[in-house]
């Protein structure tokens, strides 16, 4: 099945955040204030209060700065944390500068194989996906995969969040079919070591969504982004970024079944939620906001 321009663009934009980018939650040998402030940063993230985050993290990096230089590992973590509220936040150029910063620390300290390089690879490609640069992200995704699977073996949790990670980029290539064999072997080990209410279980069912839908499997796709939406409404309640993510690939797969005023239901639940929690200028809230002005012209035409 066919979709527009405008509609893949407002999945993809979306789903880049179906990729996997948290703050780090590694080991921290640093002040304990600068711990203090990262923990309450995480958790400020995790509700989805970017800027309160940003706060947070900044404070975090400021401490530790002063007291471990600037080529500590737990400098880095700061650095990576920092980048991901730019990144939640939409400033995608602002996000490379702070991964980049934690990877130059990681790979002095570390060398290139080591798992913190991995995550930081991750990171970087899921910012260049949602800049629309597919070929540089799955560069990344592969230097991210090939040190994981070396250091921790097939069944390690990181390898689930590069195969989704893949499986998007491919995604916004068109290559649906190898997209969705990614999907499935991220959620088959997910599963394995989550169980089926976790937060990252939703985020591959979405993912898998996302390729059902652009191949015209509707049926299946709508099952599959209830299933994303009821764990998430149970792990973040119903007011978070993620949620709205949910309402935004529902109202798409009814859009795309011909039903428009539920599409545009759907779609009103996300803009109402992403304004909210992300502003009226973030890049998933604009995107959300036009694909309402486009189904609603298709109900007038």
Known sequence: ???????ITLFISLFTHGCVVSPDFQSETGSRDARAHNSLGKAAYSRGDYDKATELFRKALSIDLKGLGDQHPDVAIRYNNLATTWDAKGDYKKAIEFYNLALAIDLAVFGDQHPNVAIRYNNLGSVWDALGDSDRAIKFYNLALAIDLKASGDEDPNVATTYNNLGLALVAKGDLDRAIGFFNKALTLNLKVFGDQHPLVATTYNNLGLALVLKGELERAIELFNEALNIKLKVFGGQHPKIATSYSNLGEAWRAKGDIDRAIGFQMKALTILELSLG??????????????????????
Do not use: C, D, G, W
């Open 280 to 301: 009226k200028e973030h890049p998933n809230t604009k995107a959300v906001r036009e694909n309402i002005k486009f189904i609603q012209s298709k109900k007038a035409s």
């Open 1 to 7: 099945m066919k979709l527009t321009y405008l509609i």
